[in-house]
């Protein structure tokens, strides 16, 4: 098994891009934005994906607990529930 270290400064630049982000994990969010209409299911952030382009919106793992998958969103589609 190959593992190899990060470069130099990879971490902190991951951590930055991270710092972001306007919601962490946890945090209760209801869906707005692209979708057909607003919902009323509250959905957890699980996960906050790093973004790799200034001019996308930071992203989000979110899972409601009706649902058994988790969805990607963009961080202009969510709002705090």
């Known amino acids: ?5 990060p470069e130099p ?3 902190s630049v991951l951590q930055s891009d991270m ?5 962490k994990v946890g ?3 209801r869906l707005f934005g692209t979708f057909e209409r607003p919902s009323n ?3 957890k ?5 790093p973004g790799d382009r200034e ?3 930071p992203a ?6 009706s649902e058994g998958h988790e969805r990607m969103v963009k961080e202009d589609e969510i709002r705090l529930a």
Do not use: C, E
């Not at 710092?19 to 919601?23: D, I, L, S």
């Not at 952030?45 to 994906?49: E, G, P, T």
């Open 9 to 11: 400064g990879a971490l």
């Open 55 to 57: 001019d996308l919106p």
């Open 41 to 43: 299911t509250n959905f």
């Open 19 to 23: 710092a972001k982000h306007r919601f």
């Open 45 to 49: 952030v699980v996960r906050l994906i």
């Open 27 to 29: 945090d209760d969010v």
């Open 1 to 5: 098994m190959n593992l190899q270290r």
């Open 60 to 65: 989000y793992r979110v899972k409601s607990a």
